[in-house]
């Protein structure tokens, strides 16, 4: 097992999201990252954002110059999103990227929007 795999399953052999605390689940590509609520009692998405999102939006995008940047931008989103769901507390799931650059830009933005994890 290389070590991209075994990282992800000791992950998410932690981590498990329930109704009243989802999992803020991330995915990474070279270009773009998306993070997902998800309720894993039921196997039911709550809600999904990505950085198309800040993208459509000019005066963000404006503001925006780098992945990170725009990962800041992607966590406050979701955190309004769970808002919306009631939900201030969340179990983040990094899945099998190490916490740093974007991942890390992107926790910090669901903290500053009000998530707690």
């Known amino acids: 097992m290389d070590r991209k795999?075994?990282?992800?399953a000791r992950v998410r052999a932690k981590v498990s999201g329930t109704q009243l605390?989802?999992?803020l689940c991330v995915f990474r590509s070279n270009k773009h990252i998306t993070v997902q609520l998800i309720d894993d009692q039921k196997g039911v998405t709550l809600a999904v954002c990505d950085d198309s999102a800040a993208k459509k939006d000019?005066?963000?995008s404006e503001?925006?110059?780098g992945k990170c940047a725009k990962a800041f931008a992607?966590?406050?989103a979701i955190a309004e999103k769970a808002q919306g769901?009631?939900?201030k507390k969340v179990v983040f799931d990094r899945g099998s990227y190490r916490y740093h650059g974007r991942v890390k830009s992107l926790a910090e933005g669901a903290r500053?929007?009000?998530l707690e994890f």
């Open 5 to 8: 795999t075994s990282r992800h």
């Open 112 to 114: 500053k929007g009000g």
């Open 21 to 23: 605390k989802p999992r």
């Open 85 to 87: 769901l009631k939900t």
């Open 58 to 60: 000019a005066a963000v």
């Open 74 to 76: 992607v966590g406050i």
């Open 63 to 65: 503001k925006l110059s």
